[in-house]
Every structure is written in C-alpha cells, then in structure tokens.
C-alpha cells in the first residue's frame, strides 16, 4: 500500500467515526432537552404550594421517564455495543442528570436513596458492563451528589413555605449521604471536586436546622408538626 493509499485510508476511518459521534450527539441533544422538560416539572416543587403536588409532579416525572428509555434505546443503536467507553464522553454529563433526576424523584417519593440499579432500570438501561450500555458507578455517585445540592435547596424553601420538620429529614438524609461517602475512596478528580461540595451542602442545612432550632420551630415540629 502506497503512502497515499494508506492515508485515504486513514480518512476513511476518521469520516465514519466523525459520522457516527454525529449521529450520537443528535440523539443526546434530544437527551438533554428531556431532561430540562423533567427538570422543570420538579421545580414547582420549591414553590410555596408544591409539597402539596409532589405526588403528582412526580408521576409526570415518571411518564417522562418513558420517553427517556425510548431516546437511550435509539442512542444504544448509534454505536458497537463493546466501544461503550470509547464514546462515553458524548453522553457522560445527560447521564449523571438523568440519574439526578431519577434520585430527585425517588427522595420525593419515599426519602429514601435511590441504588444505582432503580436508576438503571427507569432509564432502561443495564448496570453490569458486560451487559451493554450501562450506568457507570461514577455518573450515579455524581448524580446523587447533584441531587444532594437539589435538596439543601429544597431545605430552605421548605421554611418559606412553613414546613419546618422536612429540613430535620432532609439533615438526618445527607449526613447518612456524607458518611457513606466518607467511605469511598475517590480518585476520580471531577468526582472528587464534586463530593467536596458535598460539605457545602451539608454546613447550608445544619445552618436551616439550626435556625429553626433557636427560633423553637424545629421543637415544635417534632412535638406536633406535619409530616
């Protein structure tokens, strides 16, 4: 093979992988812009009204979630099923904001935290490598902890909207995140950076509780509060 031979086809090569990360960013746009749709649906929940339509915030959420799996099957068909990694980096951050939402939705519904393989199995998609298109440990510890920023949100718009015994949940809820945590060994940097946020959320809902605590609403709510 000529030196021209073997660059032409080199080009060749290049062309068709440039297609096929076209055809994947395509997919991911749609993505991305479903995410936002799911997004903004559970953001009424911080209005003063929307602990009342969780319940149903959280169905629409799910429904959502349907056309979700749909875009992750077209999205599985774009590449060979063993170049997983090697394309990681198109859908890697749609990812780990699905799996925030999927947390998001199922703190909502229980308080309790989703596993990684309920996440998995609202956005259809595997948990074991081997299996195909899956969802890496790291995306879903990044999604939790993005979720874990959602809720000291959520903390502080729960006393606006006169609910004070959830911000003593949602405290108990990320100092157990905090110390599971504390458990791993990160070296993932972007992870990493990442987890220390972590402490910031942790200090903005002591600072909620603590409030709350000196102004004798967190007794209060204990003794007699809603849930």
């Known amino acids: ?5 073997m660059f032409s086809y080199i080009q060749g090569f290049l062309s068709a992988d440039q297609d096929v990360r076209e055809d994947i960013r395509k997919v991911v746009q749609t993505l991305e812009q479903m995410a936002r749709e799911i997004l903004t649906v559970l953001q009424s929940v911080h209005q003063p009204s929307g602990f009342k339509e969780i319940p149903s915030k ?3 959420a799910r429904e959502l979630f349907s056309t979700v799996r749909t875009q992750i099957a077209e999205l599985k068909t774009k590449f060979p099923v063993e170049q997983y990694y090697r394309f990681h980096e198109h859908w890697r951050f749609v990812l780990q904001r699905l799996t925030f939402l999927a947390a998001f939705v199922v703190y909502l519904e229980s308080e309790s935290l989703v596993t990684r393989e309920e996440v998995a ?7 074991v490598r081997e299996k195909g298109f899956h969802l890496d440990v790291e995306d879903y510890l990044a ?4 979720m874990a920023s959602e809720l000291s949100r959520l903390a502080v718009n729960s006393v606006t909207a ?15 995140l905090d110390s599971g945590f504390r458990l791993l060994n990160l070296k993932n940097d972007p992870l990493r950076k990442r987890y220390d946020g972590l402490k910031y959320d942790v200090k903005k809902i002591e600072e909620v509780v603590y409030d709350l605590s000196i102004r004798g609403l ?10």
């Open 1 to 5: 093979m000529s030196v021209t031979e």
């Open 58 to 60: 959280c169905a629409k």
């Open 121 to 127: 199995q609202i956005l259809g998609i595997e948990v």
């Open 143 to 146: 999604g939790v902890l993005i």
């Open 162 to 176: 006169g609910d004070y015994n959830r911000p003593l949940r949602i405290s108990n809820f990320i100092n157990e």
């Open 218 to 227: 967190a007794k209060e709510s204990e003794s007699g509060g809603d849930k």
